[in-house]
T-cell receptor, first 112, second 111 residues
Framework: EAGVTQFPSHSVIEKGQTVTLRCDPI?????LYWYRRVMGKEIKFLLH????????ESGMPNNRFLAERTGGTYSTLKVQPAELEDSGVYFC??????????FGQGTRLTVV | GDSVTQMEGPVTLSEEAFLTINCTYT??????LFWYVQYPGEGLQLLLK?????DKGSNKGFEATYRKETTSFHLEKGSVQVSDSAVYFC??????????FGAGTTVTVRA
């Protein structure tokens, strides 16, 4: 069974540009989450989808971040315009039920 | 709000040494507790978990016991190997699907 897949694995962009991260969850997992680890600090929750609906987006840092989940399948996280402080590793996870989150490898975003 | 505090790294030790990574938490109610591990070049993997007080989670020679009286979930392994080199994250959830993580502890095991 395929795991959670994230694209790209690395991205380097200039300040002010737009970047879109993609996550393909495990098939059949209704719950999809985005997390972020900045500067070697703790991994922080960004948002949670149940199917195509945003269940909790309390961790989204500001309106430069937009997450979507088309048809309840894959999800995208767009940062527009990117700022230096957005650099970090963005993790996606999916789960069929609470706590058993399966994580992807992460996307390392560097804004220069 | 809920939070997790784990010992700062990095931790460097020799093969066959004993490893302890301290983790304490602050949360209302009865959270479930987890240890996740990220090996070099890989994603986060669930290492072990405990869902109620006094439960012991174990996997790959690692153990952690859910201590409600001390709000702790320390990770231990009696004899580490080079392949245990990774970043270890303590985390909790209260069943609302949202995980709260500690800052991570980088462990390097030398041959």
């Amino acid at each position: 069974e395929a795991g959670v897949t994230q694209f790209p694995s690395h991205s380097v962009i200039e300040k002010g540009q737009t970047v879109t991260l993609r996550c393909d969850p495990i098939s059949g997992h209704d719950n999809l989450y985005w997390y972020r680890r900045v500067m070697g600090k703790e991994i922080k929750f960004l948002l949670h989808f149940v199917k195509e609906s945003k269940q909790d987006e309390s961790g989204m840092p500001n309106n430069r971040f937009l997450a979507e989940r088309t048809g309840g399948t894959y999800s995208t996280l767009k940062v527009q315009p990117a700022e230096l402080e957005d650099s970090g590793v963005y993790f996606c996870a999916s789960s069929p039920f609470p706590g058993e989150a399966f994580f992807g490898q992460g996307t390392r975003l560097t804004v220069v | 709000g809920d939070s997790v505090t784990q010992m700062e790294g990095p931790v460097t030790l020799s093969e066959e040494a004993f490893l302890t990574i301290n983790c304490t938490y602050t949360a209302t109610g009865y959270p479930s507790l987890f240890w996740y591990v990220q090996y070099p070049g890989e994603g986060l993997q669930l290492l072990l978990k405990a869902t109620k007080a006094d439960d012991k989670g174990s996997n790959k020679g690692f153990e952690a016991t859910y201590r409600k009286e001390t709000t702790s979930f320390h990770l231990e392994k009696g004899s580490v190997q080079v392949s245990d080199s990774a970043v270890y994250f303590c985390a909790l959830t209260k069943g609302d699907y949202k995980l709260s993580f500690g800052a991570g502890t980088t462990v390097t095991v030398r041959a």
